[in-house]
């Protein structure tokens, strides 16, 4: 069970929408502007092999697509353990791809995971667990998502804590399908400044 200040400052609430991607930052307090249902669930990262880099990895951001409209939301989870709660239109949704950071290296992964957000409600949608390959050639991304009563009742509950206008709403559990999934990871821009030479990976 996560620590309560833990959960705390991992609540996310819609930022501004900017073009076609909506950015979710952790701003716990801010208050709900549209009437829109809530998606509460909790990221968490892990190693599944030896690595050579000083900085463990963690989330820097899940990307959702609402299918329906196109657009873009952008979840920035910055940590290898994080509740969170985000404002969303309800509809058909893809977990569509996450940024994996380890200190300077950053490395992404797409994925392909539908569920739906039902309006007027919490949906629950689990606990995404991220299993980081070691750092190689053809490194993997393993992603399981299961239902953790735990998580559910306390991500909930402290969200109606922050909100009680909603503590009459129902709470639904609404895991992305497939909830196993392996992909390749891909670092990405921006590299440390190491000359080539001594670049341990490089793909």
């Known amino acids: 069970m996560l620590r309560t200040g833990t959960i705390l400052s991992g609540l996310f609430l819609a930022g501004a929408l900017t073009g076609c991607v ?20 909790r990221a968490v990262t892990l190693l599944t092999g030896p690595t050579n880099r000083w900085y463990g990895p963690e989330v820097r951001l899940i990307e959702l697509i609402n299918r329906e409209t196109g657009r873009r939301y952008q979840v920035m ?7 969170f709660a985000v404002e969303m239109p309800a509809g058909e949704y893809e977990l569509s791809r996450v940024q994996i950071s380890e200190g300077p290296f950053m490395s992404i992964a797409d994925l392909n995971e539908t569920f739906t957000v039902h309006p007027e409600q919490i949906n629950y949608v689990g606990t995404w667990r991220f299993g980081v390959d070691m750092p190689k050639y053809g490194r993997q991304l393993l ?17 109606v804590e922050q909100h009680p206008e909603w503590s009459d709403r129902q709470i639904s559990t609404v895991l992305p399908e497939p909830v196993i999934l392996e992909s390749r990871l891909y670092e990405v821009a921006p590299y440390p400044r190491i000359h080539r030479y001594f670049r341990r990976q490089w793909w």
């Not at 909506?22 to 669930?41: E, F, M």
């Not at 989870?77 to 509740?83: H, K, M, P």
């Not at 992603?143 to 969200?159: G, K, N």
């Open 77 to 83: 989870v910055e940590s290898e353990d994080r509740q």
């Open 22 to 41: 909506t950015t979710l930052d952790p701003v716990s307090d801010t208050p709900l502007i549209a009437n829109d249902p809530i998606v509460v669930g």
């Open 143 to 159: 992603v399981s998502i299961i239902e953790d009563p735990d998580d559910r009742s306390e991500a909930a509950h402290l969200f």
